[in-house]
């Protein structure tokens, strides 16, 4: 057991960064400001945000409350937490488990497949914490207030936010080790992992999207406002395990207790088959994966004439070396292209579930309507905007070089012309996402052509900003000591800041061109000034950033 | 080429003072060696020269170029080489060298002719064309020093450069070195091979507790005696 415990404890230790941390608060005082600096920044832009999370939970506890179903407030939050937790699990499970460098370590220390696993979910369970706390607290303390609860339902809150992650990850490792056992033969598994993964992706996301939808029947809506048939009970007939945790806490006396436990047992059952199962296929599939081909052409006159490019200038070099890492690296694609751009391919899925809905059709006929039209297209935009704002591959791309960096410092480039080349990058992909968001305002929600352009057009300007801001983050303070991919793109917070800093900035252009719109300035108007909004602050931030790369590169240490 | 003066660099806080008032020059033509025991300040050393580091005083002028005034012309006077040399794993061998062809702005048809050589010399002709995450570290050494030579560099700096390579390449290395230096160029490289150094090197310095302990031609440091070898005197002035 000694060795096991001690393996988990490393695992979290370098995942985390704590001796690097310590070393941080210990030695490198005059260096201080700057983890200060990025935690106040953090506060600065999640306290809003949480905010805005509570004050919606309250609404959803004064109108569960006012058809005796306060509980509502719980079940909402419970089955979000878990949906989100399986959703992004999946991606992240498959680099920690199969895409980390240190696998090769790890692989020859006398420890069992299921003891790496163990270890390796662990550190995914305790960075999951970050997503389900924020978005089990809120709810868990406005219920337990508003209900007058005990102490019992504290104590068994505690231990279930606790246990929360531990279903849907356990959940998400079972679908990526039999995927992966299947995927890693061959010639194409890193892309057949690409693929498999986005696959993964889409079922959970049809299947919880199933799980979630309200009844159709008109009697089972009247028997759930009615209360004879609580939304818990709605959502659980589908997935029973999701709701235990819920009736676990709010249900009184024995059978609260009894759901308590048998989701707590659940939880330990499907983590037990998960570390079983993967004791036997986890090493088969690894190892596998571990193998590079190679191809031993031999270099013949006529061929190496081709293979040696005409030269380039070093931005356009340096923005080509960032693609094909980028394309070449399937945690980069799961992670920072399909993030950004499947956003408004999730959309799409969502108009279809919910199309058969007569009401939710009727909501879209609307957007066509004269008065509608310019509220879509500002919604249009701030869906550009938002993909944007989620391109992960422009907010870690400095740190993305880690041991690599020094190629960066050594090369006659200067700081300003590495950051152009990866601002070029990501914003390349920023325009991916405004032209799939086009298309789909277009023909999903059957938007003007002349105003889906226009919409395009105050998209691609408003992407300028958002990316250099991202970028300039990373820029700041980038975080090149990393084990696995995993730990440069997900678990840096880098790519969590520049999101927060870049929608923080989307939102406040959106209230101010929401208000002018709703105070009688024409749609044209509202564009304009949204358009030279973008521009302004476009070429503040680049201004910025470049003046910053240029200092920060000399700075940089490798 | 080389003129350092008053260079320092210390770590946690100036507790450890890894580079302690170095002064430096190395001549044009000249292959100089610089030697130390494990953690003596070499590769600090080096990294400053190349700009990876920077110092906490001192200066670095590189053919009349200071590093830190200039960083960009002095870096294109230098071809660079670390110990352990991590490149991008998911590029081609052929992939990296197009790169650093490109950001060192070398034309195509200089770029042509050093890749064929270098791929020729150094056997990896068969291996240019996979991903460098399948490459040995010796390979990586090799395709690491291709890269860094096809600008033509007046100074290449090497750090440890013979670890990791077989015998034929280190030989090969070794021969490209003199035939650099014998044009007028300048090579300064790191070694703990002193058999390599008493051989190769035009002059060798010592480094020890951040120090340059001792420098001069093997000759000089004999101090007459011939029978003294530099591993005797290496261990004579390093234990004390």
């Keep these: 057991m000694k060795p096991f415990l001690s393996f988990i404890k490393m695992q979290l230790n370098v995942n985390y960064g704590i001796s690097a941390l310590k070393y941080r608060f210990t030695r490198e005082k005059k260096k201080l400001w700057e983890p200060i600096l990025i935690g106040a920044g953090i506060l600065v832009s999640v306290v809003p945000l949480l905010a805005m999370y509570t004050g919606l939970m309250l609404m959803v506890f004064a109108g569960g409350s006012m058809i005796g179903q306060p509980e509502m407030v719980l079940a909402i939050s419970f089955v979000f937490a878990q949906l989100i937790i399986l959703i992004f699990g999946i991606f992240y499970i498959m680099g920690t488990f199969y895409f980390s460098k240190d696998l090769e370590m790890l692989v020859p220390l006398p420890l069992r497949p299921y003891e790496v696993i163990a270890g390796k979910f662990a550190v995914v369970m305790v960075n999951e914490y970050l997503t389900s706390l924020p978005l089990l607290l809120p709810p868990i303390i406005i219920y337990g207030i508003g209900t007058s609860q005990g102490v019992l339902y504290w104590l068994k809150s505690l231990i279930l936010m606790a246990v929360v992650p531990v279903m849907p990850l356990a959940i998400a490792s079972l679908f990526v080790i039999v995927l992966m056992r299947i995927v890693n033969i061959g010639r194409y598994k890193d892309f057949l992992a690409i693929v498999g993964g986005i696959v993964l992706v889409f079922v959970s996301m049809f299947v919880s999207m199933f799980m979630q939808r309200m009844p159709e029947n008109p009697d089972d809506i009247q028997k759930y406002f009615a209360g004879q048939a609580g939304l818990t009970d709605m959502i659980g007939s589908r997935f029973p395990p999701g709701i235990w945790a819920v009736k676990g806490l709010y249900a009184a006396g024995l059978a609260g207790f009894g759901y308590f436990l048998l989701y707590i047992a659940v939880s330990a059952a499907l983590l037990m088959l998960m570390l ?207 084990n696995n991919e995993q730990e440069a793109m997900k678990q840096n917070m880098n790519g969590f800041l520049g999101m927060l800093l870049s929608i923080l900035v989307t939102v406040i252009i959106g209230v101010l061109a929401v208000t002018a719109l709703m105070n009688g300035i024409p749609l044209p108007g509202v564009l304009a000034a949204v358009f030279a909004a973008s521009v302004i602050l476009g070429a503040a931030s680049l201004f910025a950033l470049f003046a910053l790369a240029e200092r920060k590169y000399r700075e940089m240490e490798a | 080429m080389i003129e350092i003066r008053n260079l320092s660099k210390s770590y946690s806080k100036g507790k450890v003072k890894a580079v302690d008032n170095l002064n430096l020059e190395v001549s044009n033509g000249e292959i100089f060696g610089f030697l130390g025991p494990n953690g003596a300040g070499k590769t600090t050393t080096i ?194």
């Design chain 1, 276 to 482: 079983w199962i993967s004791n036997h296929v986890f090493y088969k599939a690894l190892l596998s994966g571990q193998e590079v081909r190679r191809k031993r052409k031999t270099l013949t006159g006529s061929h190496m004439e081709k293979q040696v490019s005409k030269s380039t200038g070093p931005v356009l070099a340096l923005f080509k070396r960032e693609w094909k890492l980028v394309l070449r690296t399937p945690l980069y694609v799961l992670n920072g292209l399909v993030g950004s751009i499947m956003g408004p391919i999730f959309l799409i899925i969502m108009i279809m579930v919910q199309d058969q809905d007569p009401e939710v059709a009727e909501l879209f006929s609307k957007l066509a309507e004269p008065e509608i039209i310019p509220y879509a297209v500002l919604a249009s935009i701030g869906i550009m905007f938002l993909t944007a704002d989620m391109n992960l591959i422009v907010s870690t791309a400095v740190s993305r070089e880690g041991r690599t960096i020094w190629i960066a410092k050594m090369i006659p480039v200067s700081g300003k012309q590495q950051a152009a080349a990866k601002f070029l990058c990501g914003y390349t992909v920023s325009i991916f996402g405004v032209l799939v968001t086009s298309v789909i305002v277009y023909i999903f929600f059957k938007l003007p052509l002349l105003w889906t352009i226009a919409a395009a057009i105050v998209g691609l300007a408003g992407a300028v900003p958002m990316t250099a801001l991202s970028l300039l983050v990373d820029v700041f303070h980038p975080k090149l000591v990393w």
């Design chain 2, 47 to 240: 990294k400053m020269i190349v700009g990876l580091l920077n110092p906490d005083e001192g200066s670095i002028i590189i053919d009349g170029t200071d590093i830190a005034k200039d960083p960009i012309e002095a870096k294109r006077k230098m071809g660079y080489v670390p110990d352990d040399p991590n490149l991008y794993d998911r590029l081609t061998g052929m992939e990296y060298l197009n790169f650093m062809a490109d950001v060192y702005q070398v034309p195509l048809s200089v770029r042509k002719e050093k890749i064929e050589y270098y791929l020729e010399m150094f056997d990896l002709k068969d291996a240019a064309f996979d991903l460098i995450k399948s490459y040995s570290h010796g390979m990586k050494q090799k395709i690491a020093l291709t890269g860094a030579l096809l600008h033509d560099p007046k100074l290449w700096i090497l750090d440890e450069p013979m670890v990791g390579l077989d015998p034929k390449s280190a030989h090969l290395l070794k021969n490209q070195m003199r035939e650099h230096c014998d044009k007028g160029n300048t090579v300064f490289f790191s070694t703990h091979v002193l058999e390599v150094a008493e051989k190769l090197c035009d002059r060798v310095g010592i480094i020890h507790r951040g120090r340059l302990i001792a420098i001069g031609t093997i000759d000089e440091l004999r101090k007459g005696d011939n029978k003294d070898s530099l591993e005797n005197i290496f261990l004579e002035l390093t234990e004390k």
